[in-house]
Nanobody, 125 residues
């Protein structure tokens, strides 16, 4: 079992930045593809980014390319999402998730085995 806890969400103005963290416990995440998803009210959970085992491979949904950066620190058992140039449409609850070592990554929430409780990001215009 892997327990995931997100932090770092908050309220920010458009154009601002936030850095989300995902702390894992229970097992090492070194054997998992790690992903970030988001869900806005009334919408389906949406894939945002994923990172493969060593961190050299990353993948992003088109809408965040060039603005968001996913990274991982396996020694700290943690994953991060640096979000720059934030837009109001980025407003959502953001979730960290773990999948078996898979690349290219899945963008389907049901393929991920472990989830955090989410952290809210609100971007004001």
């Amino acid at each position: 079992q892997v327990q995931l806890v997100e932090s770092g969400g908050g309220l920010v103005q458009a154009g601002g930045s936030l850095r989300l963290s995902c702390a894992a416990s229970g097992r090492t995440i070194v054997t998992y593809t790690m992903g970030w998803f988001r869900q806005a009210p009334g919408k389906d959970r949406e894939f945002v980014a994923a990172i493969y085992l060593t961190g050299r491979n990353t993948y992003y949904v088109d809408s965040v390319k060039g603005r968001f950066t996913i990274s991982r620190d396996n020694a700290k058992n943690a994953v991060y999402l640096q979000m720059d140039s934030l837009r109001p449409e980025d407003t959502a609850a953001y979730y960290c998730a773990a999948d078996r070592a898979r690349w290219p990554p899945s963008s389907t929430p049901g393929e991920y085995d472990y989830w955090g409780q989410g952290t809210q990001v609100t971007v004001s215009s």
